[in-house]
Antibody, heavy 117, light 110 residues
Framework: EVQLVESGGGLIQPGGSLRLSCAASGFTFSSYSMNWVRQAPGKGLEWVSYISSSSSTIYYADSVKGRFTISRDNAKNSLYLQMNSLRAEDTAVYYC??????????WGQGTLVTVSS | QSALTQPRSVSGSPGQSLTLSCTGTTSDVGAYNYVSWYQQHPGKAPKLMIYDVTKRPSGVPDRFSASKSGNTASLTISGLQAADEADYYCCSYAGSYSWVFGGGTKLTVL
């Protein structure tokens, strides 16, 4: 069974940093591209970042470019999102999601990041 | 990119058929056959319902079908059931390894 479990969320002050993790199991993690998608409270989904299976290709939404860094450790079956210079508008539930031929087929349950003073 | 346009809400009675729309541009929905639809119940993670415009993952009932015409994609739910009450999001590949979601449609079963 495919499982994706996010962790690392919490309350952080504006300008602060946070690192999210996503532990994958039930599939060959190193064979799949992965993504982060976020959802602000009461709002819709927003794609955040993409990383290919080998980490050779990485892309970001304009809203986080230069502040967020996606990475992965295939030996540890883990995906990460380093978030710096956090803003109030970054407050959201962050989901990691597996990608198969340009669609997101499995999602984690999400981790809540709250940016507030 | 701007979000895809979805109606904020739709409603229907059990047994009815409903169609949810998703309008994009020639840079996303109109450019690629990589439209997907996700169902999200309150407090839960999104669930893939349709991918590649018309394909259903295993386990998704055939009551769910989808299509695309030009810059507009559509999701049709037939034989509406109480369990279908949820938020539905469309998503399109927008090129250069970027994706754009719709604002979501809240489906209410009366």
């Amino acid at each position: 069974e495919v499982q994706l479990v996010e962790s690392g969320g919490g309350l952080i002050q504006p300008g602060g940093s946070l690192r999210l993790s996503c532990a994958a199991s039930g599939f060959t993690f190193s064979s799949y591209s992965m993504n982060w998608v976020r959802q602000a409270p009461g709002k819709g989904l927003e794609w955040v970042s993409y990383i290919s299976s080998s980490s050779s290709t990485i892309y970001y939404a304009d809203s986080v470019k230069g502040r967020f860094t996606i990475s992965r450790d295939n030996a540890k079956n883990s995906l990460y999102l380093q978030m710096n210079s956090l803003r109030a508008e970054d407050t959201a539930v962050y989901y990691c999601a597996r990608m198969t031929t340009l669609h997101l087929d499995y999602w984690g349950q999400g981790t809540l990041v709250t940016v507030s003073s | 990119q701007s979000a895809l346009t979805q109606p904020r809400s739709v409603s229907g009675s059990p047994g009815q058929s409903l169609t949810l729309s998703c309008t994009g541009t020639t840079s996303d929905v109109g450019a690629y056959n990589y439209v997907s639809w996700y169902q999200q119940h309150p407090g839960k993670a999104p669930k893939l319902m349709i991918y590649d415009v018309t394909k259903r993952p295993s386990g998704v009932p055939d009551r769910f079908s989808a299509s695309k015409s030009g810059n507009t994609a559509s999701l049709t739910i037939s034989g509406l059931q109480a369990a279908d009450e949820a938020d539905y999001y469309c998503c399109s590949y927008a090129g250069s390894y970027s994706w754009v979601f719709g604002g979501g449609t809240k489906l209410t079963v009366l």
